[in-house]
C-alpha cells in the first residue's frame, strides 16, 4: 500500500485522492483553506468542487504542507500550473528524498513556457527519473463518477511509472505506463 500525498483539493485533486484511496493506497490530501479541509473531513465531501461525491475514509485532510509530505511515496501536485512555482518554494524543502513526484497540472508557466515537470524539476532539485506525469485526457467529474476511463503515467524511471500505476489503479480508471 503507498502513502500518497496530494497536494491541492480542486476537482482533479479531489478525484485523484479519491482513486488513490479506491486502489488501496492511504492519502492524505493538502488543502489550502481550513473550512473546506473541516468539512471534507466531517462530510467525506468536498462541496466546493464534487459536491455529490462521498469520498473515502482513507483520505486524511490537512492544512499543513509538512503533516501531507511526511513518509509519502507518492507526491501529487494538483495546484494551478500558475501557481506551481509559488507552491512548490513552499513545500521543497518537506519532500521525502525519494518520492516520486507526480504532476497532474495542465498547461505550462506562462512566464517561461516551462511545463510542469521541468518547474518541478527546476525548484526541487529531483532528477527527471524521480517525476512523473499522470495525463489523459481525463474528465474530473467523470472519474469521480466512476465513470470508466484510462490514463497514462509517464516517467524516465520505468519502475516508478510501474509503481504509481499500481498504486492508482481502481476498478473504473485504468492506468497506462511509459517511458
Known amino acids: 500500500m503507498a ?13 485523484l485522492a479519491k482513486v488513490f484511496a479506491d486502489a488501496g493506497s492511504e492519502v492524505r490530501l493538502w488543502v489550502r483553506r481550513a473550512e473546506l479541509a473541516e468539512t471534507i473531513a466531517t462530510t ?4 466546493d468542487y464534487l459536491p455529490d461525491i462521498l ?4 483520505i486524511a485532510t490537512t492544512t499543513d504542507a509538512q503533516e501531507a509530505l511526511e513518509a509519502a511515496d507518492i507526491v501529487v501536485f494538483a495546484v494551478p500550473s500558475q501557481t506551481m512555482r509559488d507552491n512548490l518554494a513552499r513545500w521543497s524543502k518537506h519532500l521525502p528524498a525519494d518520492a516520486t513526484l ?3 497540472s495542465k498547461g505550462i508557466e506562462t512566464e ?7 518547474v518541478i524539476a527546476e525548484c526541487t532539485g529531483a532528477s527527471a ?8 485526457p481525463n474528465l474530473a467529474r467523470e472519474i469521480a463518477d466512476e465513470q470508466v476511463a484510462a490514463t497514462v503515467i509517464a516517467c524516465p524511471d520505468e519502475d516508478r511509472a510501474k509503481a504509481v500505476q499500481l498504486a492508482v489503479s481502481a476498478p473504473y480508471l485504468r492506468p497506462y505506463t511509459n517511458t
Open 55 to 58: 469520498l473515502p475514509k482513507a
Open 112 to 118: 517561461t513556457l516551462k511545463r510542469m515537470s521541468e
Open 3 to 15: 502513502q500518497v500525498a496530494v497536494m491541492g483539493a480542486g476537482s482533479w485533486g479531489t478525484t
Open 129 to 136: 527519473d524521480r517525476i512523473a506525469v499522470l495525463s489523459g
Open 44 to 47: 467525506r465531501i468536498n462541496a
Open 102 to 104: 507526480v504532476s497532474i
